[in-house]
C-alpha cells in the first residue's frame, strides 16, 4: 500500500481501532508492530480489504508513506516512546512528523518536541480519549507540539474525531510542545473525580437508602435525563442493571479494588507544582489508593465500628439533594481543572483556548457531557474568566444546590459512608467563597518558628513584617517569602 496518507505503529487495540478509524474516512494507511506476526494478524483479519498495508520493517514503512510522512505511534508510554522515536529519525528526513497517540507524560513531550525538532523533523503529542469504542468510531483528539505540524495532520485528525453539535470536529489544536498531554492528564484527572463522585453516590444509594441495583439503575437512568447527562452516568445505569451468570447484579460480584495508570496522579503532581488547590481531583485519586488496601481493610473492619445506619425520611427528597450534590461538586472538578490548565499555560506560555477545550471534551470522549457546553458557553462570553464558580450560570447552579449538597455531606458523615471527593468539592467551595480564611494564624506560626514574615491587613500588600515573639528570637527575618 505504497503512497499512505498516514503511518500507524502499535497495533494493540486502541492503535488497530484508530487505522481502521482512518481508512473508513477515505485515508490510505501503513502500519507497523514490533511483534511482526500481529501485523501479520491484523492484515489478514480486520484490516484484510482494506487500504491498509503491512509492513515488516521500518524502512519500508516509511517509503509507503507521502511526504511530509506522518507516523502516529500507539505504543506504552515512556521508554517505548523515545526508542521508537530513535528507530523513525533513521528512516524519516526533515519536515516528517512524529506523532505520539499514548498517554505520555507532558512533560516528556516538551522535552521530546524539542529533541526531533533538533534533528529538522516535527513532533506532535495528542491525547486520545474515547477508549477502544472511541478510537474507531471518533474519540475526542487534543493535540500540541510543532505548530507547523498541524496543518498537514488536521484533516486527517479532523475527519476521524467525534463531532460535537452542527458537526464540529472534537479536535483542534492546542497548543506548542507538551500542551496536548497536559490538556488530557487534566481530562484524565475530570475523569479520575467524576468516577468517584459517582461512586460515592452510588455508596449512599446503596448503603443508606437501602436501593436495590435495579432501583439505582433506574436513578441515574433518571439522571442521564437531565442537567448530569453524560457518557459515565448512562455507563453507570448499564452496569448496575447488568446481571451476573447466576442473575445476580455483577457489579456486587467484583472486587472493591481500583486500579490505575498514572495520569490522575501526574494531574496532582502538576497542582503541587504549579500550586493550585486540586483537591477534589486528589481525593479521587487518594481513594483508588485506600481501595487497593483491601486485605487491610477487611482487617479494620473486624476491630473499629461505625455509627447504625438511619435511613432518611424522605427518601425521594434525598435522591434530589444527591442530584444537586454531585452536579455541584462536578462544578468544582472542572472548575479546578481549568484552574491547572491556566497556571500551566501561564508558565509555559500556551495560548490555550478554554471554550474550544470544552468543545473537544464534548463528544468522543470519556468526561463527555451536556455540562461541557454551559462551559464552551462560560468562557465564550468571557475569555478571561478567573473560575469557572464565577460564571453567572455556574454560580446560580452552586447557589440552588448549597443546601442539598451539605444535607448530603452531613447525612454522609453521620453514617460513617466515606464521601472524600464530595466533601472535599464542598470545603474547596467553603474557602473559595471566604473573605477570610484563618491562614493569618498559620503565618503567624511560621513567623514565630522561622522568622518567615507576614503580611498585615492595615498596610499595602507586599511589605513584610516580623515579629519577636518571645522577646529573644531575634529581630532578623528569613529571606523568602511565597504565597
Known amino acids: 500500500m505504497d503512497n499512505a496518507d498516514i503511518g500507524l505503529i502499535g497495533l494493540a487495540v486502541m492503535g488497530e481501532n484508530l487505522v481502521l478509524n482512518m481508512e473508513s474516512k477515505g485515508f490510505k494507511a501503513a502500519v507497523f508492530n514490533r511483534t511482526l506476526s500481529k501485523t501479520d494478524s491484523f492484515i489478514q483479519g480486520r484490516g484484510a480489504g482494506k487500504r491498509i498495508g503491512g509492513y515488516q520493517d521500518l524502512a519500508s514503512f516509511a517509503k509507503a508513506?507521502?511526504?511530509?510522512?506522518?507516523?502516529?505511534?500507539?505504543?506504552?508510554?515512556?521508554?517505548?516512546?523515545?526508542?521508537m522515536i530513535e528507530q523513525l529519525l533513521e528512516v524519516f528526513e526533515p519536515g516528517d512528523i512524529i506523532i505520539d497517540g499514548g498517554?505520555?507524560?507532558?512533560?516528556?513531550?516538551?522535552?521530546?518536541?524539542?529533541?526531533?525538532?533538533?534533528?529538522?523533523?516535527?513532533?506532535?503529542?495528542?491525547?486520545?480519549?474515547?477508549?477502544?469504542?472511541?478510537?474507531?468510531?471518533?474519540?475526542?483528539?487534543?493535540?500540541?507540539?510543532?505548530?507547523?505540524?498541524w496543518h498537514p495532520v488536521k484533516p486527517i485528525f479532523q475527519a476521524i474525531a467525534a463531532?460535537?453539535?452542527?458537526?464540529?470536529?472534537?479536535?483542534?489544536?492546542?497548543?506548542?510542545?507538551?500542551?496536548?498531554?497536559?490538556?488530557?492528564?487534566?481530562?484524565?484527572?475530570?475523569?479520575?473525580?467524576?468516577?468517584?463522585?459517582?461512586?460515592?453516590?452510588?455508596?449512599?444509594?446503596?448503603?443508606?437508602?437501602?436501593?436495590?441495583?435495579?432501583?439505582?439503575?433506574?436513578v441515574?437512568?433518571?439522571?442521564?435525563?437531565?442537567?448530569?447527562?453524560?457518557?459515565?452516568?448512562?455507563?453507570?445505569?448499564?452496569?448496575?442493571?447488568?446481571k451476573d451468570a447466576d442473575g445476580t447484579p455483577l457489579a456486587e460480584n467484583i472486587l472493591d479494588t481500583a486500579g490505575q495508570k498514572g495520569t490522575g496522579k501526574w494531574t496532582g503532581i502538576a497542582a503541587l507544582e504549579f500550586g493550585v488547590p486540586l483537591t477534589l481531583i486528589g481525593?479521587?485519586?487518594?481513594?483508588?489508593?485506600?481501595?487497593?488496601?483491601?486485605?487491610?481493610?477487611?482487617?479494620?473492619?473486624?476491630?473499629?465500628?461505625?455509627?447504625?445506619?438511619?435511613?432518611?425520611?424522605?427518601?425521594?427528597?434525598?435522591i434530589k439533594d444527591l442530584e444537586l450534590a454531585l452536579y455541584?461538586?462536578?462544578?468544582?472538578?472542572?472548575a479546578q481543572g481549568y484552574l491547572l490548565m491556566r497556571e500551566a499555560a501561564k508558565e509555559y506560555k500556551w495560548n490555550l483556548n478554554y471554550g474550544g477545550i470544552a468543545l473537544m471534551w464534548r463528544g468522543g470522549c470519556i468526561i463527555r457531557s451536556v455540562f461541557l457546553g454551559k462551559i464552551k458557553e462560560a468562557f465564550e462570553k468571557k475569555p478571561d474568566l478567573e473560575n469557572l464558580l464565577l460564571a453567572p450560570f455556574f454560580t446560580s447552579v452552586i447557589e440552588e444546590a448549597q443546601a442539598s449538597w451539605r444535607r448530603v455531606v452531613v447525612a454522609a458523615t453521620e453514617n460513617g459512608v466515606p464521601v472524600?471527593?464530595?466533601?472535599?468539592?464542598?470545603?474547596?467551595?467553603?474557602?473559595y467563597r471566604r473573605e477570610r480564611l484563618p491562614a493569618n494564624l498559620l503565618q503567624a506560626q511560621r513567623d514565630y518558628f522561622g522568622a518567615h514574615t507576614y503580611e498585615r491587613v492595615d498596610k499595602p500588600r507586599g511589605e513584610f513584617f516580623h515579629t519577636n515573639w518571645t522577646g529573644h528570637g531575634g529581630n532578623t527575618s528569613a529571606s523568602a517569602y511565597t504565597v
Not at 529533541?115 to 480519549?129: A, C, N
Not at 485506600?290 to 425520611?313: D, H, N, Q, Y
Not at 455541584?328 to 472542572?334: E, L, N, P, R
Not at 472524600?420 to 474557602?431: E, H, K, Q, V
Open 65 to 83: 508513506l507521502k511526504r511530509p510522512r506522518k507516523a502516529m505511534l500507539m505504543v506504552k508510554a515512556g521508554q517505548a516512546v523515545d526508542d
Open 103 to 149: 498517554n505520555s507524560n507532558y512533560q516528556d513531550t516538551i522535552r521530546r518536541t524539542a529533541y526531533v525538532e533538533s534533528k529538522g523533523l516535527l513532533y506532535i503529542g495528542t491525547g486520545v480519549s474515547g477508549g477502544e469504542e472511541g478510537a474507531l468510531t471518533g474519540p475526542s483528539l487534543m493535540p500540541g507540539g510543532s505548530p507547523a505540524a
Open 163 to 218: 463531532k460535537a453539535e452542527g458537526d464540529a470536529p472534537c479536535c483542534d489544536w492546542v497548543g506548542e510542545n507538551g500542551a496536548g498531554h497536559f490538556v488530557k492528564m487534566v481530562h484524565n484527572g475530570i475523569e479520575y473525580g467524576d468516577m468517584e463522585l459517582i461512586c460515592e453516590t452510588y455508596d449512599l444509594l446503596k448503603n443508606i437508602l437501602g436501593l436495590s441495583y435495579d432501583e439505582m439503575g433506574d
Open 220 to 242: 441515574f437512568d433518571e439522571w442521564n435525563q437531565g442537567v448530569l447527562n453524560s457518557y459515565l452516568i448512562e455507563i453507570t445505569r448499564d452496569i448496575l442493571r447488568y
Open 283 to 318: 481525593e479521587a485519586v487518594f481513594s483508588r489508593c485506600l481501595s487497593a488496601a483491601k486485605p487491610e481493610r477487611v482487617r479494620s473492619s473486624k476491630i473499629f465500628s461505625g455509627p447504625k445506619l438511619t435511613k432518611p425520611k424522605d427518601i425521594t427528597g434525598f
Open 328 to 334: 455541584a461538586a462536578k462544578i468544582v472538578s472542572y
Open 420 to 431: 472524600p471527593a464530595l466533601s472535599s468539592a464542598l470545603a474547596y467551595f467553603d474557602g
